[in-house]
T-cell receptor, first 112, second 116 residues
């Protein structure tokens, strides 16, 4: 049972445009959500997070939006840069658990 | 460096052998996690330590897998009688407090285990 879903395995965007990565979750007990970025042969790198008490968190070019009623979050990157090309993982935690539950990832390719 | 360090970065072993994977967390981080990532999948939780004790080992797939953190810092993941299906990247992460407390986890570069 996949509690965190990233339904787009890949996304291609032109440099300078907006990248939107989506994530859906099923467990209503999740109250903290994170995005990680992963380059090949490296571990995931923390990017940005959001608590369930907020619906938006912004950090530079990166903004995460949370829609609790739809159990959906998205990561916006604007403007996209070639160095943003990586696999992006959505993760969630909350309830009685201290572990992170990850989605399957979306491979973002930013074309110069 | 100041990040999470994992050794070795690559390990090739024969089916049936025993392996140990090591993780040095960020200094001062009390929470430590082991995850496993297979090709095309996201990291999958294995075990979580708070201090020296395993607070949640519900992700360990079977009793061939075991992990320790005797002094509350370095952790070792041990796999007995390895099988080809154990081949994956094993990731370690640490955080200042449990991620259920709204804390981000910082990952090491992983150990790529290949069982032949």
């Amino acid at each position: 049972d996949q509690q965190v879903k990233q339904n787009s395995p890949s996304l291609s965007v032109q440099e300078g445009r907006i990248s939107i990565l989506n994530c859906d979750y099923t467990n209503s007990m999740f109250d903290y959500f994170l995005w990680y970025k992963k380059y090949p042969a490296e571990g995931p790198t923390f990017l940005i997070s959001i608590s369930s008490i907020k619906d938006k968190n912004e950090d530079g070019r990166f903004t995460v939006f949370l829609n609790k009623s739809a159990k959906h979050l998205s990561l916006h990157i604007v403007p996209s840069q070639p160095g943003d090309s990586a696999v992006y993982f959505c993760a969630a935690s909350g309830g009685a658990t201290n572990k992170l539950i990850f989605g399957t990832g979306t491979l973002l390719a930013v074309q110069p | 460096g100041a990040g999470v360090s994992q050794t070795p970065s690559n390990k090739v072993t024969e089916k049936g052998k025993y392996v140990e994977l090591r993780c040095d967390p960020i200094s001062g981080h009390t929470a430590l996690y082991w995850y496993r990532q297979s090709l095309g999948q996201g990291p999958e939780f294995l075990i979580y330590f708070q201090g020296t004790g395993a607070a949640d080992d519900s992700g360990l797939p079977n009793d061939r897998f075991f992990a320790v953190r005797p002094e509350g810092s370095v952790s070792t993941l041990k796999i007995q009688r390895t099988e080809r299906g154990d081949s994956a990247v094993y990731l370690c992460a640490s955080s200042l407090r449990p991620t259920g407390g709204n804390a981000e986890a910082f990952f090491g570069q992983g150990t790529r285990l290949t069982v032949v």
